[in-house]
T-cell receptor
């Protein structure tokens, strides 16, 4: 089954304790992206990756890191989490964007709900 | 400033009725526009994607329209069902030096029996 998986689904942590949220896709997609979703603000892009070893900042990258060592995995790293990073996080993937049409459809993971105390 | 605005913010309709959701954007240069459905607590799921040259696209009871001249899109839901209760998100993409996406804040639809 084609899917994007995220782990963990729920996480409660304390300020300053490093954490990693994993994301994996089995569709051989080049493009992967992380978003956070907060009430009333919609989805905002944190980082994205056009392919292996190619990553770039989105709209709200502060406090986050990513890596893309393999095509299927795109982990999100919070080196020193703070309470303002409490949010719902989504990973998404698609084929290489820019060509338009159905191949640009993004597939989203189930989400990771993070609470930073 | 590139923006995507959706209206209404929320909508309540009775089961079986039709409804139309609006999306206005100021993104330029435009690449494509997508509509997503997001059930509470779950990831968004793609409904339609339209490029500049397409002005309508259907997916079952969902029909999206695009007017690239006025920079407006609408999502029409026909014969609503209880399972249509969700948030509907409009997303616009464009390419300049890199690939960019802007998400609207969504319309929350509640279908009542």
């Amino acid at each position: 089954e084609a899917q994007v998986t995220q782990n963990p689904r729920y996480l409660i942590t304390v300020t300053g304790k490093k954490l990693t949220v994993t994301c994996s896709q089995n569709m051989n997609h080049e493009y992967m992206s992380w978003y956070r979703q907060d009430p009333g603000l919609g989805l905002r892009q944190i980082y994205y990756s056009m392919n292996v070893e190619v990553t770039d900042k989105g709209d709200v990258p502060e406090g986050y890191k990513v890596s893309r060592k393999e095509k299927r995995n795109f982990p999100l790293i919070l080196e020193s989490p703070s309470p303002n990073q409490t949010s719902l996080y989504f990973c998404a993937s698609s084929f290489q964007p820019g060509g338009g049409g159905i191949q640009e459809t993004q597939y989203f993971g189930p989400g990771t709900r993070l609470l930073v105390l | 400033k590139n923006q995507v605005e959706q209206s209404p913010q929320s909508l309540i309709i009775l089961e079986g009725k039709n409804c139309t959701l609006q999306c206005n954007y100021t993104v330029s240069p435009f690449s494509n526009l997508r509509w997503y459905k997001q059930d509470t607590g779950r990831g968004p799921v793609s409904l339609t994607i339209m490029t500049f040259s397409e002005n309508t696209k259907s997916n079952g009871r969902y029909t999206a329209t695009l007017d690239a001249d006025t920079k407006q899109s609408s999502l029409h839901i026909t014969a609503s069902q209880l399972s249509d209760s969700a948030s509907y998100i409009c997303v616009v993409s464009w390419m300049d030096s890199s690939y960019k996406l802007i998400f609207g804040s969504g319309t929350r639809l509640l279908v009542r029996p």
